[in-house]
């Protein structure tokens, strides 16, 4: 079996990858890291550099990988030291939200382009991202966020649209949407004070969460977003 884990040095990346460890000791496992290699470097990984919104990356990245038996883009983008979700309309600005669209659309359009060939195969593989239900345009009922909302909802599309071309082309192909919920990481740590703890999941609880899904789904099932809890989401 063979895994990439794309973002393998953030905070649910690196819980992926210990579960993968765990689960499929056989496996041949690769991870991403963006710019610095991470301290802690789990055994038996592949660490490849590369920065997944930039096409040239994903695809000299294609070319240093074989084949692949699962796919999961982890990678992501909320805020920065400068910025942080926009409250209102009137914080909005050119920059954040293109900001928010390189870090959380394109990464899922780069990958499908280049590695549409290592997932095709005769038995089941494995096309998964990381979006959010903040993402679902038809679950909004209280604005706000609109660059990341945007960009999650974008990705949802993008997610949605390969599924179709791939049922064609990559029939054992299942491509899905993945919405983790509030992760204790340093993604969500600025907004972690109004969540209840009952909803504030550890990034292992997260990874196993995932894996439940993964390992239920049918290429049939393709083309459809997941909540952490197995409930299918409204796009």
């Known amino acids: 079996m063979k895994i990439l884990i794309i973002g393998g040095s953030g905070g649910i990346g690196k819980a992926i990858l210990r579960h993968v460890i765990a689960t499929f000791p056989e496996a041949r496992i690769y991870a991403t890291y963006r710019?610095?290699?991470?301290?802690?470097?789990?055994?038996?990984?592949?660490?490849?550099?590369?920065?997944?919104s930039l096409d040239a990356?994903?695809?000299q990245l294609a070319e240093k990988v074989a084949n692949l038996d699962l796919l999961?883009?982890?990678a992501g983008f909320l805020h920065d030291a400068t910025n942080k979700p926009e409250k209102t309309i009137n914080e909005f600005t050119p920059e954040f939200f293109n900001q928010n669209l390189s870090s959380n659309t394109l990464p899922t359009l780069l990958l499908a382009k280049y590695?549409?060939?290592?997932?095709?195969?005769?038995?089941?593989t494995y096309f998964?991202?990381?979006?959010?239900?903040?993402g679902s345009i038809e679950d909004n009922k209280i604005g706000g966020w609109i660059s990341y909302r945007c960009s999650k909802a974008a990705l949802n599309m993008a997610v949605k649209t390969i599924s179709i071309e791939w049922k064609f082309k990559l029939p054992?192909?299942?491509?899905?949407?993945?919405?983790?919920g509030t992760t204790d990481t340093k993604l969500s740590q600025p907004f972690q004070k109004s969540v209840p703890p009952s909803k504030?999941?550890?990034?292992?609880?997260?990874?196993q969460q995932l894996f439940n899904i993964i390992s239920n789904v049918k290429p049939s099932d393709t083309g459809k977003f997941y909540s952490f809890n197995g409930e299918e989401l409204p796009w």
Do not use: G
């Open 72 to 74: 999961i883009n982890a």
């Open 128 to 134: 998964v991202s990381l979006s959010a239900r903040i």
């Open 200 to 207: 504030l999941f550890t990034a292992e609880y997260v990874s």
């Open 35 to 52: 710019s610095t290699l991470p301290e802690e470097r789990l055994a038996d990984i592949t660490w490849l550099k590369a920065n997944a």
């Open 172 to 180: 054992n192909c299942c491509v899905f949407a993945f919405h983790p």
């Open 115 to 124: 590695f549409s060939t290592h997932l095709k195969a005769k038995h089941q």
């Open 57 to 59: 990356d994903v695809r």
